[in-house]
């Protein structure tokens, strides 16, 4: 599976939260909150009997509102849930996205600064393990 095609089906997951825009490219402004940001931040490539397997690392940046918003906080409850419709943990392990779709943990949640500007949201860590 290449990288584009796991990049393109964790954007398809992630567009499966209504209301959520999704970029798997890092963009210059925030247009429509919330949006989700997809970005590769490592690769770890294996050997194990004669096969190669890649782990693809993402970040996925979530910002859900302005700093200053009074329902930011709440709204971003949801998304750092474990399940429920607008979980980021649930649309991912929820579809097939490579072999291994593991949301391992949400960081740096609350006040993010994006591009100069700050907004409540966090950073969830997405494994992929491609072993095709």
């Given at each position: 599976m290449s990288?584009?095609?796991?990049?393109a089906?964790?954007k398809?997951?992630?567009?499966?939260?209504?209301?959520?825009?999704?970029?798997?490219?890092?963009?210059?402004?925030?247009g429509?909150?919330?949006?989700a940001?997809?970005?590769?931040?490592?690769?770890?490539?294996?050997?194990a009997v004669g096969?190669?397997?890649?782990?693809?690392?993402?970040?996925?940046?979530?910002?859900?509102?302005?700093?200053?918003?009074?329902?930011?906080?709440a709204?971003?409850?949801?998304y750092?849930?474990?399940?429920?419709?607008?979980?980021?943990?649930?649309?991912?392990?929820?579809?097939?996205?490579?072999?291994?779709?593991?949301v391992?943990?949400?960081e740096n949640?609350?006040?993010?600064?994006?591009?100069?500007?700050?907004?409540?949201?966090?950073?969830?860590?997405?494994?992929?393990?491609?072993s095709?």
């Amino acid at each position: 599976m290449s990288l584009s095609l796991v990049r393109a089906a964790l954007k398809t997951r992630l567009e499966t939260i209504t209301g959520l825009t999704v970029s798997k490219e890092t963009p210059d402004t925030v247009g429509k909150l919330p949006v989700a940001i997809v970005s590769l931040t490592t690769a770890d490539y294996e050997v194990a009997v004669g096969n190669l397997t890649v782990v693809w690392s993402f970040r996925i940046l979530l910002l859900v509102g302005e700093r200053d918003s009074q329902t930011a906080h709440a709204t971003l409850d949801g998304y750092l849930a474990k399940s429920g419709t607008t979980s980021i943990k649930a649309a991912i392990e929820g579809g097939s996205v490579g072999d291994f779709p593991h949301v391992r943990r949400a960081e740096n949640v609350g006040f993010i600064s994006y591009r100069g500007t700050a907004f409540v949201g966090a950073e969830f860590i997405v494994d992929v393990v491609d072993s095709s």
